[in-house]
């Protein structure tokens, strides 16, 4: 007897990066930040349990919220926070999106998109990036009647972006809503949040995982105009985010200096790892977060991700069909790159 949906035994399912248990494996796979959070989270999580945890959560989060709103200069009431910036991808999915209608996404980006449109029972119609990452007439068309569009900015697993004159251009030519998805964004010259107010259509999700290095307290927020966020709030787990994550979160947010710190190591990492991958003869496209993509025309690379991890480094093997393969590699700490660096050579 079949229990389940016809769409979810058909899926494959979303599969995340390996999270092996082994302490001293180096782990460059999965985008975490090789650094501690800042210091002030730890203080904000001791205090709300001190305070207890036998009453529920604030519905919306509503510290994060006051403190985000601080740090943006936007109102509360344009935030919606989640369980990781997941979660609010799939609320806007679920919310905007139904069965058999289509969820449109660039190829190759994040590969939980299509997974979110399975989930749906929907369509999800792909557009390749040109060769040099940008995107052609077929992503903004009107044709297909697109429910929801998804934008990876910076792109994973390149790292490149689309300007935020581009991204409002799509915006207006597409007849729904465009979700900017911002989880790199940090590491990144340039941002979309400003564009929200000129463009209801455009929702800009973010996440703490990567710049903040909380991945493991799995918190994120949207961004939209007050009246998207007021549907998007019926399709919200009543209490999505709990206690602990969001003053731990609301304080991360705060500490501007921590952030500022942090970001310039990754990005120094990032352009001496760059240039590095580029000696050893890889392909590097240009990235604005905190990894880079490399990939060879002379050799196969999976053998050197294979390579690397039987020796205890964790790189992201990808491979897109029709589209080729690579080594997407985060930027770790210094040392961690330099073992990296070093085995490559070995390899090659």
Not at 152 to 178: E, H, Q, Y
Not at 205 to 217: C, D, F, N
Not at 222 to 237: G, N, R, S, W, Y
Not at 259 to 286: C, S
């Amino acid at each position: 007897m079949a229990y389940f949906r016809p769409e979810i035994e058909a899926m494959t399912g979303y599969v995340p990066g390996e999270q092996p248990a082994e302490a001293e494996v180096v782990k460059l796979n999965t985008n975490e930040n090789p650094y501690r959070c800042s210091p002030a989270v730890a203080r904000a999580i001791e205090d709300a349990l001190g305070r207890g945890l036998a009453r529920y959560p604030h519905p919306m989060a509503e510290n994060f919220r006051r403190q985000a709103a601080e740090v943006l200069g936007i109102e509360p009431d344009w935030i919606l926070c989640g369980n990781g910036s997941d979660d609010l991808l799939t609320i806007v999915t679920r919310a905007l999106v139904g069965p058999g209608q289509r969820l449109r996404l660039p190829y190759p980006s994040y590969i939980l998109y299509k997974t979110l449109a399975e989930l749906q029972g929907a369509r999800a119609e792909e557009v390749r990036f040109r060769p040099d990452w940008t995107l052609d007439e077929g992503f903004f068309a009107g044709g297909n009647d697109p429910r929801l569009v998804f934008l990876a900015n910076p792109n994973s697993p390149s790292g490149t972006v689309i300007p935020p004159d581009a991204v409002l251009d799509i915006a207006r030519r597409l007849p729904c809503p465009l979700l900017v998805d911002e989880a790199y964004v940090d590491f990144a010259e340039m941002n979309c949040l400003d564009l929200v107010a000129q463009c209801d259509k455009i929702l800009v999700s973010r996440s703490l995982s990567k710049s903040y290095a909380l991945a493991g307290l799995r918190f994120g927020y949207l961004v939209a105009q007050p009246h998207m966020i007021e549907q998007f709030t019926k399709v919200k787990d009543s209490y999505n985010c709990d206690t602990l994550a969001a003053a731990g979160a609301a304080a991360a947010l705060a500490d501007r200096a921590w952030l500022a710190e942090n970001r310039a190591k990754i990005l120094a990492t990032r352009g001496r790892l760059a240039e590095a991958m580029r000696g050893l003869g890889f392909h590097v496209a240009p990235s604005q977060a905190n990894f880079v993509w490399c990939t060879r025309g002379d050799r196969p690379v999976r053998p050197l991700y294979e390579g690397l991890k039987r020796q205890g480094v964790l790189v992201r093997y990808m491979n897109y069909p029709g589209w080729g393969d690579g080594l997407r590699i985060s930027v770790g700490t210094d040392d961690q790159i330099d073992r990296c660096l070093k085995l490559l050579a070995e390899m090659l």
